[in-house]
């Protein structure tokens, strides 16, 4: 989003320097050197409908990069695995009635011909999805993905947030029988690099390991910013970071803003991925319902980027209280070990080449109802500050390309002078 901003400010002729506290750029979309595999720290997909992703992959001249592929989907339930995904798949799935069948397939149709979101802003998630499938059908298909990635959050979602993301991923099939996803040849590390090179091309300033620690004000107006101990002079100051770190550098934001940004919570992810010798299934995704397995589900990555190795991520969503959240990696590495073993019996201990964690603890936000009106403003009570991150979606779902949309949304507000 830092990026994506920076760059739509050089386009009008602004001069940027971009601030980047991690050792390198890219923040969840960053990839790392899995034992000899350059990977994402966390997967991606893209979906037909991303198109400010388009827009700048084309202005980056990445447009070849851009790959798509039919993928297969499959739900793992109560020790079964089914072939999930299309009409036909639901029809043959054993564990609901024909009624429940019709009213999943219905609601999935309604969520993705909504236009206007503000209705279903005000109302909570489970209960929308319930009246529309019914109580049988969200426990079977919803309930345990709720559970296990928003816990105490599960029921204070808005409706309208899951909504999207339904129809996010509705609206990227080709057809009701054909589930397809893209992915960039080279990762999305390449759009990050390629976004990099043509700031510092046109005289951009792009630091790492230099986190911002504190905003510069005269008279109630942004001059400057301090980061690793030295002073920048600037007159605008545009912050992309997780919102709850803005207090720490900006504490001086108006006691509403900063009552804002405290209320709003979010989850925190530890990934685990897997470098396996052979595929583990057929399926790009696998949601998970089983009593026994505390994961909502794989993504076999591979499947939909073939790489050298074959990759899976295992989620493990939590707020960062959550007594878990500090767990040792090898912990989770070995429970889902256990559970891919259960899911394929025939996966023996040296099929498993390597193994990683990553962790983040901003990785999504809770958006409860009426959560557009919970959001600080962009353009904030301290003249020249502005802000927004990965919440400022809202009702659209995480992506690359909402944090583009948001990024040249935030350039385009700093640009106006007021
Ligand atoms: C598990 C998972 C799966 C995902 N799947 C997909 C997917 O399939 N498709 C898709 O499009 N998207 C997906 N996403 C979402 C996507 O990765 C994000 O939406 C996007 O990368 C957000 O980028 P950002 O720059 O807006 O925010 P962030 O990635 O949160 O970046 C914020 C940056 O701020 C830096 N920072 C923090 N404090 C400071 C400071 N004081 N000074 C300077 N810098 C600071 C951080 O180091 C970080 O680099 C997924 C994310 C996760 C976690």
Redesign the pocket.
């Known amino acids: 989003?830092?990026l994506a901003c920076g760059y739509e400010l050089m386009k009008r002729d602004h001069e940027v320097l971009v601030?980047?506290?991690?050792d390198r750029i890219?923040?969840?979309?960053a990839s790392f050197d899995f034992d000899g595999l350059k990977i994402e720290r966390?997967?991606?997909?893209?979906c037909s409908t991303d198109y400010p992703l388009f827009e700048a992959l084309e202005e980056l001249e990445l447009t070849d990069k851009l790959r798509w592929r039919e993928t297969r989907m499959g739900f793992y339930y109560q020790g079964r695995l089914y072939e999930w995904g299309r009409p036909d798949c639901l029809l043959k799935f054993p564990h609901l009635d024909f009624l429940s069948k019709v009213r999943y397939a219905l609601h999935v149709l309604h969520a993705k011909r909504i236009e206007d979101w503000t209705a279903l802003d005000r109302e909570e998630a489970t209960s929308w999805i319930k009246r529309w499938i019914g109580r049988r059908a969200y426990n079977v298909l919803w309930e345990p993905l709720f559970r296990l990635k928003f816990h105490e959050y599960a029921e204070c979602l808005s409706a309208a947030w899951i909504g999207t993301r339904i129809a996010r991923v509705a609206k990227s099939r080709r057809s009701m029988f054909s589930e397809r996803f893209g992915y960039l040849e080279g990762g999305s590390e390449i759009f990050v690099e390629a976004l990099c090179s043509r700031m510092q091309a046109m005289g951009g300033q792009i630091m790492v390991k230099t986190?911002?620690q504190q905003l510069v004000t005269e008279n109630g107006r942004v001059c400057g910013i301090v980061a690793n101990g030295q002073r920048y002079a600037c007159d605008k100051v545009i912050s992309?970071?997780?919102l709850k770190?803005v207090p720490r550098?900006a504490p001086d934001l108006h006691p509403d803003e900063l009552a804002k940004i405290k209320a709003i919570e979010n989850i925190g992810?530890v990934?685990v991925l897997l470098k396996l010798k052979r595929p583990l299934t057929d399926y790009f995704w696998m949601n998970v319902n089983d009593a026994s397995m505390p994961i909502p589900g794989i993504i076999e990555y591979t499947n939909l980027n073939p790489l050298q190795h074959n990759v899976l991520y295992v989620?493990y969503y939590m707020p960062k209280t959550h007594p878990r959240y500090r767990a040792e990696s090898h912990e989770f590495i070995d429970e889902v070990i256990s559970c891919i073993k259960r899911i394929s019996p025939s996966l023996t201990d040296d099929c498993i080449l390597s193994s990683r964690v990553t962790r983040?603890e901003?990785?999504q936000t809770v958006c409860t109802p009426d959560f557009f009106a919970k959001l600080p403003a962009i353009r904030t009570s301290l003249e020249g500050f502005f802000m927004a991150?990965?919440s400022y979606y809202y009702p659209e779902d995480?992506?690359?390309?909402?944090?583009i949309k948001v990024g040249k949304k935030l350039a385009e507000i700093a640009s106006v002078n007021t």
Do not use: K, N
């Open positions: 989003m830092g601030l980047e506290a991690d890219g923040g969840m979309s966390f997967y991606h997909f893209i986190p911002a992309t970071v997780p770190y550098f992810v990934c989620p983040y901003f990785a991150d990965t995480r992506s690359i390309s909402e944090s």
